[in-house]
Nanobody, 124 residues
Framework: QVQLVESGGRLVQAGDSLRLACAAS????????MGWFRQAPGKERDFVAA????????NYTDSVKGRFTISRDNAKNTVYLQMNSLKAEDTAIYYC?????????????????WGQGTQVTVSS
C-alpha cells in the first residue's frame, strides 16, 4: 500500500507558473505508475498527466500539452507537475494517483491509490 500527499497548490495569476509535488510513502515507489488528475467545482475528475512506472512514457491531456510537464524523482519518492502559462480554466483541486506497474494510464479507474488533493486557483 502507498500513501500520497500532494503539495504546492495556491492562488496565482494567469500566466504564472506553479509546481505541484506528490510525495509517496513506502520503498517501492519506483514500481508505481503515477497520474495527476483535477476536479473543478461541479465537474468530474479529469485526467491531466501521467508517467509510467519506468519513467519512459508520459501522457497529457490536450489542453495542457506544451504547458505542463510531469516528472518523477524515485530517490525522493516524489512525482511533480510543473505548470506553466497557467489559465483560469486550470483552476481545480489537483490529485495524484498511483498504480503498480501502470503505463501512464489515463483513466481514474486505472488507479488504486489517491492523495487528498491540493487546490490550484488561477486568477485572471
Amino acid at each position: 500500500q502507498v500513501q500520497l500527499v500532494e503539495s504546492g497548490g495556491r492562488l496565482v495569476q494567469a500566466g504564472d507558473s506553479l509546481r505541484l509535488a506528490c510525495a509517496a510513502s513506502g520503498r517501492t515507489f519506483s514500481r508505481y505508475g503515477m497520474g495527476w488528475f483535477r476536479q473543478a467545482p461541479g465537474k468530474e475528475r479529469d485526467f491531466v498527466a501521467a508517467i509510467s512506472w519506468g519513467g519512459s512514457l508520459t501522457n497529457y491531456t490536450d489542453s495542457v500539452k506544451g504547458r505542463f510537464t510531469i516528472s518523477r524523482d524515485n530517490a525522493k519518492n516524489t512525482v511533480y507537475l510543473q505548470m506553466n502559462s497557467l489559465k483560469a480554466e486550470d483552476t481545480a483541486i489537483y490529485y495524484c494517483a498511483a498504480r503498480m506497474f501502470a503505463s501512464a494510464n489515463l483513466r481514474p479507474s486505472d488507479y488504486d491509490y489517491w492523495g487528498q488533493g491540493t487546490q490550484v486557483t488561477v486568477s485572471s
